[in-house]
């Protein structure tokens, strides 16, 4: 990320970054659509919303990739090529896991926790994608719309996080653990990217 912010990082790690994306975009809608579903079964209709929201919301970022995708230079034969990194797609593995196991109200408080982190981060990088490296606004846009807060969703989550202290669903200590490994799993993310682009240079 710091490189990226300087300018001094290969431009194939941007390429990387959004190969990576494109394949874990529909991972998390599914995942997300996956716990709404959950959730509306056990009654529970603020978490139901909420993750019914990330979905779209992925949706809509999906939207937004192929402008990003574009100022890559990425064709298609390059996209349906590319291997993945692990640690690239470790994270969505992980929300994976917990669509199936995690209890909604726990999962909700440990991925909003997260979400802040990586909004900064795209925040950061829509910054040095037009300052440094030219991108157009178009390219952007991917970044732009996870760097912007959602009062919308904040209200969400704070519905459901009050329906699983009613409906005494929601265990705190859980919640910490789940977000600590979201957090280790974007770490991750980024440290593969890195790595990858280390190798890819001459």
Known sequence: MPLVADGTADRGAVVALALEQRLIIPADRRSFLHLAARSADAGLPASAAFFDALAEGETLASDRLGALLAACRVGERQAREYVPAAGCQAYPAYVAWLAFNGEPADVVLALT???AAWGGYCATLARALRARYGFPDAACAFFDFFAEPSPDLGRNALAALEEGLSRDTLTPRTALRQGHLLQEY?????????????????
């Open 113 to 115: 926790a997260n979400f």
């Open 186 to 202: 974007e770490g991750m993310f980024w440290s593969s990217l890195a790595d990858r682009a280390g190798a890819a240079r001459p």
